[in-house]
């Protein structure tokens, strides 16, 4: 999928509107010859990778082995033993006096969508955002970098966590997030799927579990200029979201879809931009999904892989599940 966004930046008080073209034509997906439907559903785990460089998109997916565990439980039926067709009735003891403790331990916990996986380990939904200190950086204070953080990471739960944004066909609770010049393009990009770059919406029908997405990843930024001079606090974010959809498998990961983004936000420093460019924007974005729905992905949206479709094994099935792995996958939906 591409979107030609070229040569974007903020406003600056010289009267040249507009923060880049905007995404000109729907999502073109690359595509590869199909792979062998023989394969298991341990066997798939397909992905896709949109490509999103001074908001330039493209798409790519990657199949990838999951080990399959299996567990199987024996139920024994232990029955009142009888003496003729009486009860049996086994002695018992007095209990003694004075203060008493039972043995209460608690049950195992049962089984969560991410056992298995390293997305166990992760931190739950908000907690796996974590800001670096906020300190001077160039031009920038320090209060302004801790706004910046702030602005990102607001933009970031709301992009990838809130329930609500992810289930209705509303981006405007995201779009007011950002500088006011910035929003028109947005909604172009809402409104041709290449907003899953850095925003996850559900394909109707999908069905996450109770489950919060597990999350890991990093923040960094540092104090730059961009094309046209303007100086801006680059902030860029590298996060891993794992989301546990409703299914019947018992597969570890089987039902988990795996987002990977990198996102580079800026905000331009007050003095060099109209009021109306002031704020936040995004200057580039990357993301891939993993264990799809194809079908779903080609307008943007998320949802869980059908069974039906096999891939090749990948050398490591957990690298999907690492922030430091590269984006660069290859397309096989």
Aim: glycine content about 8%; some cysteine.
């Amino acid at each position: 999928m591409s979107d030609d966004r070229q040569n974007s930046a903020p406003h600056n008080p010289a009267p040249a509107p507009g923060y880049g073209a905007g995404p000109g034509t729907a999502p073109a997906w690359l595509r590869q010859p199909p792979v062998d439907a023989g394969s298991s559903r341990g066997d798939r785990l397909r992905s896709w990778l949109s490509r999103h460089s001074g908001m330039l998109l493209s798409a790519t997916t990657v199949l990838l082995l999951l080990a399959f565990v299996g567990v199987v439980g024996v139920a024994v039926l232990v029955s009142m033993p009888h003496a003729r067709g009486r009860p049996v009735v086994f002695p018992t003891i007095s209990q003694p006096a004075g203060e008493q403790a039972s043995t209460s331990a608690s049950p195992p916990a049962a089984a969560g969508p991410f056992d298995g996986t390293p997305a166990a380990a992760f931190p739950e939904g908000q907690a796996g955002i974590a800001l670096t200190a906020a300190k001077r950086s160039g031009p920038f204070t320090e209060k302004q970098v801790a706004a910046a953080l702030a602005k990102v990471r607001t933009a970031l739960v709301t992009a990838r966590l809130d329930r609500r944004f992810m289930t209705t066909n509303d981006p405007e609770p995201l779009i007011r997030q950002f500088a006011r010049d910035a929003r028109a393009d947005l909604r172009k990009d809402f409104g041709s799927g290449t907003f899953a770059a850095y925003a996850t919406r559900l394909a109707p029908g999908a069905r996450l579990t109770a489950d919060q997405p597990r999350v890991k990843g990093r923040i960094s930024y540092r104090a730059t200029k961009d094309a046209d001079g303007i100086r801006i606090l680059a902030v860029t974010t590298n996060f891993v979201w794992a989301y546990a959809f409703r299914t019947g498998s018992t597969v570890p990961g089987d039902g988990l879809v795996v987002v990977h983004d990198t996102v580079v936000w800026s905000v331009p420093h007050p003095d060099d931009v109209d009021r109306s460019s002031n704020g936040l924007w995004i200057e580039d974005a990357n993301s891939y999904a993993t264990n799809i729905d194809c079908a779903a992905f080609d307008k943007g949206l998320l949802d869980l892989g059908a069974s039906s479709h096999g891939g090749p094994d990948a050398p490591d099935p957990d690298a999907v599940f690492d922030p430091d792995t590269t984006l660069d996958l290859p397309d096989t939906c």
